[in-house]
Nanobody, 129 residues
Framework: QVQLVESGGGLVQAGGSLRLSCAAS????????MGWFRQAPGKEREFVAA????????YYADSVKGRFTISRDNAKNTVYLQMNSLKPEDTAVYYC??????????????????????WGQGTQVTVSS
């Protein structure tokens, strides 16, 4: 099992930047594909970005492509979400999620929340206009 703890959220003006971190417990972080999701009040949880366990493959929602970057440091058991050019519509609670994968799936990423087994508690991001 892995436990996930997000940090780095906060209040930022439109056009600003934030970097979210998600620290994972355990010694097998490199066996987990990771993703970031967000949920705004009254809306369903939506996919933001995903990264394979190797870090070699990434995928982004169209709404954040070119503005957000997902990365990971397997030595530090941490996945990051660098968010630039933030917009008010990016306001949401951001969650990281993990899915254990086999060695032959080290290049795979996953887009659906149901494909992940482990979730953090979330971190609030608020973008003011």
């Amino acid at each position: 099992q892995v436990q996930l703890v997000e940090s780095g959220g906060g209040l930022v003006q439109a056009g600003g930047s934030l970097r979210l971190s998600c620290a994972a417990s355990g010694r097998t972080f490199s066996n987990y594909a990771m993703g970031w999701f967000r949920q705004a009040p009254g809306k369903e949880r939506e996919f933001v970005a995903a990264i394979s366990s190797s870090g070699g493959s990434t995928y982004y929602a169209d709404s954040v492509k070119g503005r957000f970057t997902i990365s990971r440091d397997n030595a530090k058991n941490t996945v990051y979400l660098q968010m630039n050019s933030l917009k008010p519509e990016d306001t949401a609670v951001y969650y990281c999620a993990g899915r254990r994968v086999g060695k032959y799936s080290s290049g795979s990423y996953y887009l659906g929340p149901y494909e992940y087994d482990y979730w953090g508690q979330g971190t609030q991001v608020t973008v003011s206009s």
